[in-house]
């Protein structure tokens, strides 16, 4: 069982309580991108076997949207932080990196 923690309220809960809403810090293409850039939006997702930054609503609480990231193999979650967050914030970086030594991940700039 999957266990979150909603940064915006605060509650713990079972993943049943949240809504599962895809791949988090996806780059977004205005009007005028190219069909590449688009296709790549819309259809390249990450599936890793390990660390995986995610979206997730709140859907039986407050209602909010917040990232978490967290390993698909053992279902640890690293941390969950909000939705606004351009990239994962360092503490939630360093606890991946004591877990998973040597794990890199893409450049958010
Ligand atoms: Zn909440």
New binding site residues.
């Given amino acids: 069982m999957l266990i979150l923690t909603?940064?915006?309220?605060?509650?713990t809960g079972e993943e049943t309580e949240f809504h599962q809403g895809g791949e988090a810090h996806l780059k977004r293409f205005g009007p005028g991108a190219s069909d590449d850039d688009f296709h790549t939006y819309m259809f390249a997702k990450e599936n890793p076997k390990g660390v995986h930054f995610e979206r997730w609503r709140?859907n039986n609480?407050?209602?909010?949207w917040?990232h978490a990231a967290r390993d698909t193999v053992t279902l640890e979650v690293y941390g969950t932080y909000p939705a606004q967050t351009l990239e994962p914030p360092q503490n939630i970086r360093d606890a991946i990196t004591a877990k998973r030594p040597g794990w890199t991940w893409r450049d958010f700039a």
């Fill in positions: 909603c940064p915006c309220c605060g509650v709140h609480g407050c209602g909010k917040f």
